[in-house]
């Protein structure tokens, strides 16, 4: 096996349509879910804001006029220890839950790896989990 070149996902992208939706998604990240802000500076004349989620960033762009790529990302999943608080916190404000705290053993090949989850739908359209790694 070659070098492990990649040591972790920095940040991931969310675009938002306008300044409202923009100004909705770091309430909910910022606001909501506790993530402290990294970085905030212009780019193009528009804000952006990187919110530091532990284990990488969530990077919120204002200007989405820019043309889109071609993949998507189905849902990225944000680490917690206490995810019915997180879906408490999303569902009041006013978020829909797409999927309710579920505990899960996945059968490793290894060794079990028991996890619970719960999914939202964020403010710009995208797919949320948040994970619990249980011991």
Do not use: W
Not at 31 to 46: A, Q, R, T
């Amino acid at each position: 096996m070659s070098k492990q070149l990649i040591k972790g996902i920095h940040h991931l992208s969310l675009r938002c349509k306008d300044l409202e939706k923009y100004n909705e998604t770091v309430h909910f990240y910022r606001d909501i879910l506790g993530l402290e802000v990294f970085k905030e500076f212009e780019m193009n004349g528009s804000p952006v804001m990187m919110l530091n989620s532990g284990g990488g960033c969530i990077e919120v762009f204002a200007d989405a006029r820019i043309d889109m790529p071609t993949g998507i990302v189905q849902h990225f999943a944000l680490k917690t220890d206490d995810v019915e608080a997180c879906v408490e916190a999303t569902q009041k404000a006013g978020y829909k839950i797409t999927d309710m705290p579920t505990d899960y053993v996945i059968k490793d090949k290894k060794a079990d790896y028991p996890i619970k989850f719960a999914f939202c739908v964020g403010p710009v359209g995208e797919i949320l989990e948040f994970f619990c790694e249980k011991q």
